[in-house]
């Protein structure tokens, strides 16, 4: 079967830097919904019409991918706020009560540095402003159910945050996805 929208593939990659650090390898195939909300613009464009065996190189540039870095997006909060268990590259959907009531609240935090004071939080996703190399292999393809279309998403995003509750740190596994 050749991917079209609202199928399923099952994909396995290595992301990388442009100087070819690898950020992040996925050796056991995931299943992600294509038309839904799983996979980046230009990830699920270039997957059109490739089959299970495919293997595919992608070059993404921060606009296709997780958009340049933004310096409006850092907050400096009071230190107070935060558990005395803080370490940095923790994540908090929303902030605190305590900080900043004009910062957005439906935002995902990361600490980016912590003083005795005062906590300097980042709204940016871990990969904007960088430029990514990905190696793709598509293991599989199927028709998506029903109920798959209906919810837009298999839970599987790539590189995507969300989940928990307003102001609770979120454990994120080494892709910068946040764990359920």
């Known amino acids: 079967m050749k991917i079209t929208p609202q199928c399923v593939v099952s994909l396995t990659w290595t992301l990388k830097d442009t100087l070819g650090e690898i950020l992040d ?12 909300d799983d996979l980046l613009a230009r990830i699920e ?34 230190r107070a706020a935060f558990p005395a268990e803080l370490e940095e590259g923790m994540v908090f959907e929303g902030l605190p009560p305590g900080c900043n009531p004009e910062a957005p609240h439906d935002q995902v935090y990361f600490v980016s540095e912590i003083y005795p004071e005062h906590v300097v939080l980042d709204a940016n996703h ?50 910068g996805q946040t764990l359920h």
């Open 126 to 175: 871990p990969l904007a402003g960088i430029a990514l190399r990905l190696q793709l292999t598509v293991h599989a393809v199927r028709e998506a159910y029903a109920e798959e279309i209906g919810q837009g998403t298999l839970g599987t995003g790539f590189f995507r945050l969300g989940g928990g509750h307003s102001g609770d740190a979120l454990p994120v596994n080494g892709d």
């Open 25 to 36: 390898e996925l050796d056991e195939p995931v299943e992600f919904l294509l038309g839904g």
């Open 45 to 78: 464009a270039q997957l059109q019409g490739l089959e299970a065996g495919a293997e595919l190189e992608l070059q993404l540039e921060p606009e296709d991918a997780f958009g340049d870095f933004d310096d409006r997006k850092l907050f400096l909060e009071p």
